[in-house]
């Protein structure tokens, strides 16, 4: 994806697909009047962030040369009216960003830096007339300004061009037509073309530049990029010491009066100046252009960001914590929360407002804080223009009324608020919701009353330079009310949740694609399918709406082209939905003829040595599905295809046992899942052996922690990050482990269930989805509680931690989920409410096991 709908604010509410945008006119008016002048024969339609200019785009070649033009989105009309009167004279194809807050998002720091500064992009299917039209071009756009494209050569200007798809492919590829060979167009933010083009402008390429920086300067490391450039550490070669250098991509984070990213950096500059001598922050050591980048050398802070502090020790999402170290993390956070107070109240000091507070740009060595990044901070002595810049969920901007230093407090409880739940947790929708999930944590998990007084009040906007003394002081005297318990009906939580995907799949079906998808509709993991499964799991459906939604979704599926067969995202997932509708809804036939379709395309590429075998993406998924559909139609090439994974999986154990990946849906836990199932058809014990070696090689491949604990990396050999989550992780290893348990496969896998249940025992997660949050392992736990691996209360409290976090104060749908990165509702089921429900399922196959508790 080129560009977030949550940028373009499509919808306050929904993750909506980026073709729901409604682009302003102002710059199709300059289009439309320029073709008219010319050339009328040109068809104007607007596909996602584009308006496509086409006179004979179906004659185009799949793939070609392409000239980009960049822009400022201060000059892009006056651009937009010379390139098209060009192009309409040579009858050319080409596109352009839809409206001038596209060209600004797609020049913004965040941007994506293969996608960014493309304003209009111009097809060229002929080789020899490329250098006509760069020169052309050239001619007509001298003199003016734009970002560099990352991803092209630049010819002169903002004149820019490269080699690459014309036609959008599922898999991105350009083949070879002498010898097949692939090359992946996948916009790496470098000039890069297929080994088998030569590029046809007869320049002498620039040579690498290997000399330092500023002939002083040694990079020896990257600590970030973005589109608005790099943070480096470097040896400053002259004093043989270590420094932190920035670099500013001129014209990109464009804003107000033709300010960009090189303003930003001479503006911390300015701001770190003033700030010379006190301690805590960055001294500013030198700055220079180099090539066209500017760059600012800062002394380096001790200590790591308030977020890799957080990630490290936060108790919440460490797997089965004690009381002992709640305790300890808040007194540890508050500790570290007076000392950011009070550099913040020194640096207002200075009239300097910092601005942009986020997790990232706050560091703490164990005893010292540290402010860095101050490109977006604000002089109150200055003259100049002010502009307000923020990270999105550390945001003060609803609190219009209060003054800028009393926002950079606010910013500030939303930090420490962050460190404590580990997302932003709805607050961009939902802006009380962190009162009452600090509550539950009062309540449950033995949050003191002076950080929890502490982090509201500064939300609530009650700390200033003035009275910060004061605040701190009372939070420590004041004892608040004792929080209260959390009751609720998990049977109503269900409904409520079934009625609103119901309502809203019926409403308005764009709203079920997740902006994360970039293949069909229809697929399981993020469409339609995950959706519908789930809603016929949960037995909330009245016949006639499982009729509806039946023919809703075979319909669908027979009127797409699916180019994806797997089961996460392709036709697998949408065959398997449609077997779980009742016999007399249910047709055969139609399942026939889709399996079919699958069992070919297995037979095709079993061999092929680029086709992986996982569960997700692979044959291991469809051969899972292919068995579904033999139970009741059992075709013998049905079980050839089948068999045929099975001897490839075996063929390949070498390889399987050392894969980059682990976990259910890349990984080989997903395959054992698959071989389960095999095994339950056909009963030959090697299948089962082979399953359990395969389950094992991924659990093993994990860390075993604190409190007993199993977790596991999502690539076999980069384990410094650990994840608990279903499709990649603990909790979808775990379910395997205890599939094959529950079928009496106990001796081998005994031994590492314990440890591999206390693995997902998080309390918070990141994101509340199936595949990488608290649902999935909501669906898991459930699942060992009813096994008796552990108590149903647990599980309990687990459901109350996610109910805590859905929203319901919208006033057409009864209880909405959070879906990726919290910021807007899904109903998917990898991000949203349909992989909720589908744990709430599961969870309900608990009752009568002390469920009094919870369902009032």
């Known amino acids: 994806m080129e560009i977030s709908p949550i940028l373009l604010d499509i919808d306050k509410i929904f993750y909506c697909p980026i073709q729901d945008y409604r682009p302003s006119d102002e710059l199709r008016v300059i289009c439309e009047a320029a073709l008219s002048k010319i050339n009328k024969d040109y068809k104007i339609v607007q596909d996602r962030i584009y308006y496509f200019c086409d006179i004979n785009m179906f004659e185009l070649p799949s793939s070609g040369w392409k000239i980009h033009i960049s822009a400022c989105y201060w000059n892009c009309e006056q651009i937009l009216k010379l390139v098209v009167e060009y192009c309409a004279t040579n009858r050319l194809n080409f596109k352009f960003y839809a409206d001038k807050k596209i ?3 797609m020049n913004e720091k965040s941007a994506d830096r293969g996608s960014s500064g493309k304003f209009i992009t111009i097809y060229i299917d002929e080789e020899n007339l490329l250098l006509k039209h760069l020169k052309g071009l050239g001619n007509i756009l001298s003199g003016i300004e734009g970002p560099y494209i990352l991803t092209d050569k ?7 061009y490269r080699y690459g798809i014309f036609k959008m492919t599922h898999d991105l590829c350009i083949i070879n037509p002498e010898n097949g060979d692939i090359f992946i167009d996948d916009h790496q933010p470098f000039f890069n073309l297929p080994y088998w083009i030569s590029d046809p402008i007869n320049e002498v390429e620039e040579e690498e530049n290997d000399e330092l920086l500023n002939n002083r300067y040694d990079i020896s490391e990257v600590l970030r990029f973005t589109n608005a450039g790099g943070t480096y550490v470097a040896i400053d070669t002259k004093k043989s010491e270590n420094r932190i250098i920035k670099e500013a991509r001129p014209y990109t984070c464009q804003f107000g009066d033709k300010k960009d990213s090189v303003y930003l950096k001479q503006n911390e500059e300015k701001i770190l100046n003033k700030l010379l001598g006190m301690s805590g922050v960055p001294q500013v050591l030198d700055s220079f252009f180099d090539w066209e980048h500017y760059f600012i050398v800062e002394s380096i802070m001790p200590g790591d960001t308030l977020r890799i502090y957080a990630a490290t020790n936060n108790p919440f999402i460490v797997p089965n914590s004690d009381e002992r170290e709640y305790i300890n993390y808040y007194r540890k956070l508050e500790e570290i929360l007076k000392k950011c107070l009070l550099k913040l109240r020194d640096i207002h000091r200075y009239n300097i407002v910092v601005g942009d507070i986020s997790n990232t740009n706050i560091l703490f060595d164990g005893k010292e804080i540290y402010f860095v990044d101050f490109d977006g901070s604000i002089d109150l002595d200055s003259t100049e223009d002010k502009y307000v810049f923020d990270t999105i969920s550390f945001s003060a901007k609803n609190n219009m009324d209060v003054d800028l230093k009393t926002k950079d407090y606010i910013s500030l409880g939303f930090v420490f608020y962050s460190m404590l739940v580990g997302g ?9 919701s962190y009162e009452r999930i600090l509550e539950r944590m009062g309540n449950k998990y033995f949050l003191t009353d002076s950080l929890y007084k502490l982090i509201v009040g500064l939300i609530k ?12 002081d009372n939070a420590k005297k004041e004892v608040i009310t004792k929080f209260s318990e959390l009751n609720v009906s998990y049977k109503k939580m269900k409904l409520d949740l079934i009625t609103s995907t119901v309502k809203l799949l019926n409403s308005d079906t764009s709203r079920v694609v997740s902006p994360l998808l970039l293949e069909n509709n229809f697929s399981f993991k993020y469409g339609v399918s995950g959706i519908v499964y789930s809603l016929i799991k949960s037995k909330g459906l009245s016949y006639r709406q499982r009729v509806e939604l039946h023919q809703y979704l075979l319909n669908g599926i027979q009127s797409s082209e699916f180019e994806d067969m797997s089961f996460s995202s392709g036709l697998a997932g949408a065959i398997f939905t449609l077997l779980q509708f009742d016999d007399k ?16 395309y297995v037979s095709y590429k079993v061999n092929d040595p680029n086709e992986s075998l996982n569960f997700g993406e692979g044959l291991s998924g469809l051969a899972w599905v292919l068995l579904k559909v033999y139970k009741i139609k059992p075709k013998d090439e049905y079980l050839i295809s089948i068999k045929k994974v099975f ?11 050392n894969s980059e990946k682990i976990g259910f849906e890349f990984g080989n836990s997903g395959i054992a899942l698959f071989l389960l199932s095999l095994y339950k058809e056909v009963g030959e014990q090697e299948i089962i052996m082979l399953g359990e070696a395969l389950l094992i090689s991924d659990i093993t491949s994990g860390e075993i922690g604190d409190n007993e604990t199993y977790m596991h990396p999502m690539l076999r050999d980069e384990k410094d990050i650990l994840f608990p989550y279903f499709s990649y992780g603990t909790a979808g290893i775990t379910y395997v482990a205890l599939e094959y348990f529950e079928l009496g496969i106990k001796e081998n896998l005994q031994d590492y269930l314990a440890n591999l249940i206390n693995g997902i025992k998080v309390n918070f997660t990141v994101h509340l989805g199936f595949e990488k949050g608290e649902s999935g392992i909501l669906y898991v736990l ?3 509680a009813r096994l008796g691996f552990i108590d149903v209360e647990y599980v309990n409290e687990c459901l109350k931690n996610i109910y805590i976090q859905l929203y319901r104060e919208h006033e057409d749908y009864n209880l909405l989920c959070p879906g990726y990165a919290m910021l807007r509702c899904s109903i998917d089921f990898g991000t949203g409410s349909a992989g909720l429900l589908l744990a709430l399922n599961e969870f309900s196959k608990l009752e009568g096991k002390e469920l009094e508790c919870f369902d009032s």
């Open 103 to 105: 060209v600004f998002r």
């Open 154 to 160: 630049k010819y002169s200007g903002i004149v820019y």
């Open 424 to 432: 932003s947790t709805f607050l961009e929708l939902d802006k009380e």
């Open 461 to 472: 906007g009650q700390c200033n330079d003035d009275n910060i003394l004061l605040f701190i």
């Open 585 to 600: 809804i249910k047709n055969i036939n139609n399942i026939e003829n889709l399996a079919d379709k699958i069992s070919s």
């Open 647 to 657: 001897k490839r999986i075996q063929n390949e154990l070498p390889l399987l046992y």
């Open 782 to 784: 459930c699942k060992a």
